[in-house]
């Protein structure tokens, strides 16, 4: 069994800076590819942020520059840090990994997601 756990959402202002984390546990092997996610009433999941096990990153245009990704893979761990928040950054943030178990091939696991919303 394979649990996603995330942290670090908030109400903050227009302008400032929050860290998200994710943390896997379980009978973890490998984890490949981590990603952030996020999602806002009304409209499609968006990915943010993705980094490969050799640690390439990749952002969509709406996020670069401001947001980044990273991890520890000691810690089974994903940050994002995000800065210049902007009100349309507001949304449920979800954390996604492809991890292998020592039991099961390698799938993609959800975090239960955490809110962040940028308003004045």
């Known amino acids: 069994q394979v649990q996603l756990v995330e942290s670090g959402g908030g109400l903050v202002q227009p302008g400032g800076s929050l860290r998200l984390s994710c943390a896997a546990s379980g009978s973890i092997r490998s984890i490949y590819t981590m990603r952030w996610y996020r999602q806002a009433p009304g409209k499609e999941r968006e990915l943010v942020a993705a980094i490969t096990s050799g640690a390439s990153t990749n952002y969509p245009d709406s996020v670069k520059g401001r947001f980044t990704i990273s991890r520890d893979n000691d810690k089974n761990t994903v940050f994002l840090q995000m800065n210049s928040l902007k009100p349309e950054d507001t949304a449920v943030y979800l954390c996604?990994?492809?991890?292998?178990?020592?039991?099961?091939?390698?799938?993609?696991?959800w975090g239960q997601g955490t809110q962040v919303t940028v308003s004045s």
């Open positions: 996604n990994a492809d991890i292998e178990t020592y039991s099961l091939r390698g799938r993609a696991y």
